[in-house]
């Protein structure tokens, strides 16, 4: 069976790679090409591709954005997220709004046939590249079994987020300014890839940090 696929990136030159790399393959064909993120979900649902091969970083809306409308598609096509980065902030963004696959743009030539093959037939995939920065992440701030490590007072920090107090009332509470409550409360995110007291509060509960 041939696996209709859909590219997108704003840079004609790298379209144009990638439609002849792909067009080696005997099992797959380019049905469309759109250089945004607006045109993109026009032609997904005209032509209908299997998989979209979808930049992230988009000149009207953000690849985040683009995979997000296009779940809501039926049919609904795998995603496979091309980017520039392995940032964990990216991936895991990326793989929040629908996509079932990371590649990064300089693995591309050698990861995107097998990613998309992958996602076709309902796996996930992630480049070596992107494999390895997640590992080594993981491992910058984890403990021996790969959960994030937060010290005592981030620990106390995270508990009183998650109970609505505010900065002022949790630098009071623990007797220490609220320039170290922010510095305590960048590095809890930092640590777990979260953002914001809501994100913050879900995990306390889910970690047992607080009772709900």
Do not use: W
């Not at 598609?73 to 795998?78: G, H, Q, S």
């Amino acid at each position: 069976m041939t696996i209709r696929v859909l590219l997108v990136d704003d840079h004609p030159i790298l379209r144009d790679a990638l439609r002849l790399t792909l067009d080696r393959e005997v099992d797959l064909e380019v049905v469309a090409e759109a250089g945004n993120g607006r045109e993109a979900v026009a032609l997904a649902r005209t032509s209908r591709p299997d998989v979209v091969v979808l930049d992230i970083a988009l000149p009207d809306v953000s690849g985040m954005e683009v995979a997000a409308l296009m779940r809501r598609l039926d049919p609904a096509p795998r995603i496979v997220a091309l980017s520039a980065y392995s940032d964990k902030r990216f991936v895991t963004e990326m793989l929040r709004a629908g996509a079932e696959a990371y590649v990064t743009k300089s693995s591309a030539s050698g990861e995107l046939v097998l990613a998309i093959r992958a996602v076709a037939a309902g796996r996930n995939y992630l480049c070596p590249e992107v494999a390895d920065a997640l590992v080594s992440e993981v491992r910058s701030h984890g403990g021996a079994d790969g959960v994030p490590r937060l010290g005592r007072r981030e620990r106390e920090v995270l508990r009183l987020v998650a109970e609505g107090l505010r900065s002022d009332a949790i630098a009071e509470r623990l007797s220490i300014s609220p320039a170290t409550v922010e510095v305590h409360r960048r590095n809890i995110m930092h640590k777990l890839g979260l953002q914001g007291a809501v994100e913050l509060t879900r995990y306390a509960i889910r970690e047992g940090i607080v009772v709900p």
